[in-house]
């Protein structure tokens, strides 16, 4: 690739820096990046999918696709299955069976590039072949219906892991941005957590409030993660960890994957994000067809947003630096949040873009080793923890 913006980007904002080698650190930072697993414990590309969209066509909108991911050196990003919540009881049930059958529509139409991966062995042996590796997850602890039944049903589709809550409080466990209701867990909520941690299911706790977070912490005998949150240190918005939480995640062995969304990552950005999250959680009575419509409308509104960002690709590695310093380097992945946010810092507008940011980590001094372990060896240790191979 010629200069893109990204490249001009890490120039102009390095504070003091003579001007770099720019197309020198990022060839670096692709070389690293091809040897890499290459995990991003967050997208949100398979609802674009259910909206017609050709995963295996390069596109100019949205920020996922599997040219992209090739061009971009991810190998293994996670994909979710993200429920909005006002998709309620059965209708979340459905709708996370639409989002699995049109992941596999993915799978099936693109076998010599794509593949299920539900173990940290097979996700290695999917890189290493070439391929990328999806591994299956669930945005929203709603769509289990309050049952364990559906749950485990979800085990047996593939899926290895699931945020507790997302946007709204579930019936067990109360989410960062509403109002609490359970103080934490509930009982059975605490069930949920012993449950994904009896059949090999990666406990996420990004999205829940922040009792929550400890409770979940307080009964789980395996390490979680935080799939796709940042630094409250840097922007404070309840959707990010403090350090407290980062250190207590850190005890646990677990691994927080940074957010490049807008607000996660600069506080000047931080406004646009809460009236995205308000708008995700208003509630119509719909059901079936009419409900998935409104869906529809309402994820192409996001995605149509023109936001205007101020946080660039230095920003976002700020926070991975933040992190790395409250938990250390073992504790620390990436979670874009790709698909799932209006817009992301400057200089990282898609995955295509993702070496600009190990070029910067690079030429902050990080060892390349180090930077492997960010790119998705930290993750895979702790699904190889959770699932037991
Ligand atoms: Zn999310």
Do not use: C
Request: no cysteine; net charge negative.
């Amino acid at each position: 690739m010629s200069s893109t913006s990204a490249d001009k980007i890490i120039s102009e904002n390095r504070r003091g820096v003579e001007p770099i080698t720019v197309d020198k650190i990022l060839e670096r930072a692709r070389k690293l990046m091809a040897e890499a697993v290459g995990i991003d414990s967050h997208i949100d590309t398979i609802q674009r999918v259910m909206m017609g969209e050709d995963m295996g066509q390069r596109h100019d909108s949205g920020h996922v696709d599997l040219p992209r991911l090739r061009e971009g050196e991810m190998h293994a990003p996670f994909f979710a299955l993200w429920v909005p919540v006002f998709f309620r009881g059965a209708e979340a049930v459905r709708r996370t069976l639409d989002l699995r059958d049109a992941m596999q529509s993915v799978l099936d139409k693109y076998k010599d590039q794509i593949a299920l991966a539900t173990t940290a062995a097979e996700i290695e042996r999917i890189v290493k072949a070439g391929k990328i590796s999806a591994f299956l997850t669930i945005e929203g602890g709603h769509t289990i219906d309050d049952d364990l039944r559906v749950l485990r049903m979800y085990y047996r589709l593939g899926i290895r892991s699931m945020t507790l809550t997302h946007a709204r409080n579930t019936n067990w466990a109360d989410s960062s941005s509403d109002t609490p209701a359970h103080n934490g867990l509930t009982d059975f909520g605490k069930e949920v957590v012993r449950e994904m941690n009896r059949l090999g299911m990666i406990v996420d706790l990004a999205h829940v409030s922040d009792k929550t977070f400890y409770d979940a912490l307080a009964v789980t005998s395996k390490a979680v993660i935080v799939s796709h949150s940042s630094m409250r240190a840097i922007s404070n918005v309840p959707r990010n960890m403090s350090d407290e939480m980062v250190r207590a995640l850190a005890k646990n062995g677990g691994v927080i994957g940074i957010n490049f969304g807008m607000g996660f990552i600069n506080p000047n950005d931080a406004d646009k994000l809460k009236s995205a999250t308000d708008t995700e959680a208003e509630a119509p009575t719909l059901t079936g067809q009419a409900l998935d419509a409104y869906a529809a409308e309402n994820a192409q509104e996001l995605f149509a947003q023109r936001v205007s960002v101020v946080a660039t690709v230095e920003d976002v590695a700020d926070h991975v630096d933040h992190a790395v310093k409250i938990a250390g380097v073992d504790h620390v992945g990436i979670g874009s949040d790709f698909d799932g946010i209006a817009a992301t810092a400057n200089g990282l507008e898609d995955v295509s873009k993702m070496p600009a940011l190990i070029a910067v980590l690079l030429k902050r001094g990080y060892a390349e080793s180090d930077l492997k372990k960010i790119l998705g060896d930290n993750v895979l240790r702790v699904v190889r923890e959770v699932i037991g191979q």
